[in-house]
């Protein structure tokens, strides 16, 4: 059975950093693409970050990049993002997801169709 759980949200105050962990369990997690994507009440969800199966090859929306990092431990099957220099627009809830293939979507192709297992999510609220 497919597990995805994502931790590490709270509340942290703009400027400041947090660092999401999304463990899984049940897929084969170390050739999936991975990715974060999140959901602001009322808006649709939006990805913003993806990494392919191994690690070599990330991409990030325009609106986290250089801001965002994101990583995987294909040994422990868990997936991170660290996010430095919050605003308090990436407030939202944010979920870990599992992608149909190896590497990622361009950019633009970034969007929930891609991924067919989620997380419950965790949210982040980053306060002025």
């Known amino acids: 059975q497919v597990q995805v759980v994502e931790s590490g949200g709270g509340l942290v105050q703009a400027g400041g950093s947090l660092r999401l962990s999304c463990t899984t369990s049940g897929l084969t997690f170390d050739d999936r693409a991975m990715g974060w994507f999140r959901q602001a009440p009322g808006r649709e969800r939006e990805g913003n970050s993806c990494i392919s199966w191994s690690g070599g090859g990330t991409s990030f929306a325009d609106s986290v990049k250089g801001r965002f990092t994101i990583s995987r431990d294909n040994a422990k099957n868990t997936l991170y993002l660290q996010m430095n220099s919050l605003k308090p627009e990436d407030t939202a809830m944010y979920y870990c997801?599992?992608?149909?293939?190896?590497?990622?979507?361009?950019?633009?192709?970034?969007?929930?169709?891609?991924?067919?297992?989620w997380g419950q999510g965790t949210q982040v609220t980053v306060s002025s």
């Open positions: 997801a599992a992608g149909r293939g190896s590497t990622c979507p361009l950019p633009a192709y970034m969007n929930e169709d891609y991924f067919v297992y």
